[in-house]
């Protein structure tokens, strides 16, 4: 190796979480790759074409948000502190029905994007209509996506029915699969708002393309009695039944899951998503973290969307997280920084199935990472870096961002992106959404 693309020397370096930091430590970046992570002492007679200091800062993996709607975005605050029922019924569905659109989408993506590569997520996992409209902004972001490929069996703006969900969806990955920064997977909504035929034709394509399956699982209190009475057994139990579960699953949520679920899930090599902030804010209750960490069940972090969350903040889930589960099980030693850290990289790239490409610097892995400023006095003294990132700094002292070895956050300015766009953007939505309902 004697001339490499990019040669970024840092105070601290954190490969692989949570393994620890490595002090004075320089990432080397070939083809949009890590090609070394080394002692900065070691990478002085390496030449680069960029070479960039980073003397206060960490360098960590980026940031995967495994769960969002990033064109909810638009409907970010419209209707705060009111319950899951009247919030969806009276104020999110009737806009969706009046709005839904592909400019929507791409203009409400564009918005998460932006908001997201600000604070240090360089992967998302967007659940949406109109997922060809979302590609788009993603891909003018430079941001990382998998794009899940939206099913229910009502008929929306977006298709008359599953099968046209999944024609859509289809047709969507097929423009778009050979772009390299975008990742697909079928996403029927939730138990309850898809039957027991769309899910298994769900199962059959996830199969044949080999894609993942991602669904809302267990997230109000009522949904398992509801499937009782349905089909005489739990959510999950049906989808287990029809198919669905395996490495390849992904349950967003999982609030009010019971021990039968977890050990479901745990013997299927299935992932969970928690959204500490979502679920508390519409009083969903609080996911059993540690249960499933106990049976070793892989959990990501995910923000939701921006109308139940408000913001696509996936520090803020970490930390929420960890705080919320040493309350939750009495244990000040539940969810420690670490172990939220990894959430938040390699468990969210893993849920993913894309853990071979991203979520940890190793060497031949997308050169996906962001850099983190904790030099100023609000954040003195530093004793562990680690922990500083969870329980002291916040997103806004993300500074850098690099997805695919391209800075796409530079000293906090986003390279491809224009603010003022952006802002007329959602001024010009603005308008039209609080006329509505
Ligand atoms: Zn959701």
Redesign the pocket.
Known sequence: MSTVDLRLDARWVIPIVPEGALEHHSVLIEGGRIAAVMPTLHADGIEAREHISLPSHALLPGLVNA?T?GAMTLLRGIADDIPLKPWLEDHIWPREARFLAPDFVHDGSLLAAAEMIRGGVTCCND?YFFPDAAARAYSESGMRAMLALPVVDFPTPYAADADGCLQAGLAARDLWKHEPRLAFSLAPHAPYTVGDASWSKVVVYARQLELPIQT?LLEAPDERAQSVARYGIGPLQRLHALGATGPGFIA?HAIHIDQADIDLLATHACHVVHCPTSNLKLANGIAPVTALQARSVSIALGS??AASNNRLDVFGEARLASLLAKTATGDAGALPAPSVLRMATLNGAAALGLEREIGSLERGKQADLIAVDLGGWQHAPCYDVVSHLIYVIGRDQVCDVWVRGERVLDSGELTRLNAHDLLARARFWQERLERQP
């Open positions: 769960h709607h659940m809302h967003i939701d969307g």
